[in-house]
């Protein structure tokens, strides 16, 4: 009997060993994940030298101006008392778990696309951080646009729920570099202009605009030889997302200078060359972004 139950011990251990090993690997994916998707950019207030992750940080829209919100696992402040259901529902539907509607300036148009291990990853990782009580601030944005109510019309106009399949005609490579472009990347949100009820204007997808987030200007990232990328080869996007800069060497500034440094830069050389190989196939399209 006392073998039985030392067998019983030791087994209780090793499962015990082999749960926090799996929770540490689904955290380290999860924190990869966040540096693709660029999540501390958006939810760090540098200017104000803000926590990491903690919020508050303005984003200026032709609507107003929105503050990200605190997505450390603080109970009362932040995300920590969010089940695994209601952290994938925020990206996969654009809904908190009081049922109310996000605006879309959080990317979940994008997020969609995501896979739910690769949510579960992130909430694993994000829910491993220390957690910073700062309450979100409100955002400063007028009505009819800050009515949340109204994004449920709003969805039905611009909003397609997913996550997309990978294409069968395709090669493993295209495929990871479209999940990373289109989905954690969410490329999209910032490079396509957008029409007056802030919708993606599909026709012009990652074909650049003069009113990019806080009104910057936001280059053709298609393979355009005269207003886009076409000239460059997938080295040159390799190394713009290794170091932030272009093959003529100017450099890159603003968002983009921040999600490269923190994100971008660390991904794989592999997930590098699947994001260059996907943009040199997409279609090309001539537009030409005029400077501020």
């Not at 499962?15 to 926090?20: D, N, Y």
């Not at 490579?173 to 802030?198: F, K, Q």
Request: hydrophobic share 35%; glycine share 10%.
């Amino acid at each position: 009997m006392q073998s039985i139950g030392a067998l019983f011990f030791l087994t209780a251990i090793a499962f015990a060993g082999l749960s926090e090993l799996a929770v540490a690997q689904s955290a380290s994916r999860g924190e990869y994940l966040a540096k693709a998707s660029g999540c501390i950019s958006c939810h760090t207030n540098y200017e104000a030298e803000g926590a990491a992750y903690a919020g508050g940080r303005p984003l200026g829209t032709p609507f107003g101006t929105f503050f990200s919100p605190n997505i450390t696992p603080d109970i009362e402040t932040g995300i920590g008392s969010w089940s695994d259901a209601e952290f994938i529902r925020a990206f996969r539907d654009g809904v908190n778990p009081s049922d109310q509607h996000y605006f879309p300036v959080f990317p979940y148009t994008s997020y969609t696309r995501l896979t739910d291990p690769d949510l579960l990853d992130l909430k694993a990782y994000l829910f491993g951080l220390e957690p910073v009580r700062q309450a979100n601030r409100r955002h400063d944005v007028s009505f009819p646009f800050n009515a949340r109510f109204g994004q449920f019309f709003w969805k039905l106009l611009f909003f397609e729920r997913g996550p997309v399949l990978d294409s069968p005609t395709q090669s493993e490579t295209w495929n990871r570099g479209r999940y990373l472009v289109d989905a954690a990347a969410h490329c999209g949100e910032c490079h396509t202009p957008r029409n007056l009820m802030g919708g993606m204007r599909e026709s012009l997808y990652l074909a650049g605009t003069p009113d990019g987030p806080e009104g910057e200007r936001v280059p053709n990232i298609t393979p355009d030889r005269a207003t886009g990328i076409g000239s460059w080869s997938r080295s040159d996007i390799v190394n713009l997302l290794q170091t932030g800069f272009k093959p003529d060497f100017d450099n890159v500034q603003g968002s983009m200078e921040e999600v490269i440094e923190h994100g971008l830069k660390d991904l794989t050389a592999e997930d590098l060359n699947a994001i260059a190989e996907y943009l040199k196939s997409i279609p090309a399209i001539a537009n030409t972004v005029p400077r501020g």
